[in-house]
């Protein structure tokens, strides 16, 4: 079992940037940033494996939010930057043990362990 625990969400205004951490309580293959907003289904933000930083990205925070980690911290960044008022969700932080998983790599049914998220609001 592998805990995790996200933070650094908040209020921001348009244009505005942020960096949400994801700290895990064991060594996990691969860490993903999934996003939900009021009504909407759960959207997956962008994903890193472990082993050597892959990094895969949704269409809409492609070019303003950068995903990394530090492998000896168990910890996931991500910083977004230009944030826009449609970016304002509940970020979840997800992981998964395996290396392999026959599932996309941004849905939500790829990873195991979820944290409990943290909100980002950007205003107008």
């Known amino acids: 079992q592998v805990q995790l625990v996200e933070s650094g969400g908040g209020s921001v205004q348009d244009g505005g940037a942020l960096r949400l951490s994801c700290v895990a309580s064991?060594?996990?293959?691969?860490t993903a940033w999934f996003r939900q907003a009021p009504g909407k289904g759960r959207e997956g933000v962008a994903t890193?494996?472990?082993?050597?930083?892959?990094?895969v990205y949704a269409a809409s925070v492609k070019g303003r939010f950068i995903l990394s980690r530090d492998s000896a911290k168990k910890t996931v960044y991500l910083q977004m930057d230009s944030l826009k008022p449609e970016d304002s969700a509940m970020y979840y932080c997800?992981?998964?043990?395996?290396?392999?998983?026959?599932?996309?790599?941004?849905?939500?049914?790829?990873?195991?362990?979820w944290g409990q998220g943290t909100q980002v609001t950007v205003s107008s």
């Open positions: 997800a992981a998964d043990l395996r290396p392999v998983v026959f599932k996309p790599l941004l849905h939500v049914d790829r990873y195991t362990f």
């Open positions: 890193i494996r472990t082993g050597d930083g892959d990094t």
């Open positions: 064991g060594s996990v293959a691969r």
